[in-house]
């Protein structure tokens, strides 16, 4: 698979959809887990109902009680998907939802490195070896 490289520009000309794209997808994850949290709780009243009255078997016919809060939560999962999908096809690494941190193949001084944002920042200005990590960060020398 070849990898996309970018120029400090073209990172920084991709952010503002990114940054947009992102933020949908913290929503997504943020209702995603407030929804999972609720349907757990949802089914541990449902076994405990049951248990305490028809003996916890289902009746023959009788609909899913969690059915729509599984398809709802099934359908947040593939958008987020979608959207991290997207990230991918345009050669960017998302490497932490929360606080979002982008990273963008790329070349200096003959080597390949990743320039790096981190969500607040204005721009990308900064790049780090591809085994530095975030801690590596050093000053792009066309920023």
């Known amino acids: 698979m070849d990898v996309r490289l970018f120029t400090l520009a073209e990172a920084n000309a991709l ?7 992102l933020a949908r997808l913290q929503a997504l994850v943020r209702e995603l887990e407030h929804r999972l949290e609720a349907l757990h709780l949802k089914k541990k009243e449902y076994r405990k109902r049951k248990h305490a009255g028809s003996g ?3 009746e023959y016919g009788t609909e899913d009680p969690f059915f729509l809060d ?3 939560i099934e359908f947040l999962r593939m958008e987020a998907e979608l959207i991290i999908g ?3 096809r345009n050669g960017v690494l998302l490497k932490s939802v929360f606080p979002g941190l982008l990273d963008f193949p790329s070349v200096v ?7 790096c944002w981190k969500e607040g920042e204005e721009r990308a200005t900064c790049y780090h070896g591809w085994h530095d990590g975030y801690q590596g960060r ?5 920023a």
């Open 15 to 21: 952010l503002p959809e990114l940054k947009i794209q």
């Open 56 to 58: 916890g078997r289902p």
């Open 70 to 72: 599984e398809s709802r």
């Open 86 to 88: 997207n990230f991918k």
């Open 109 to 115: 001084d003959g080597k390949q490195v990743l320039i």
């Open 138 to 142: 050093r000053p792009h020398p066309d």
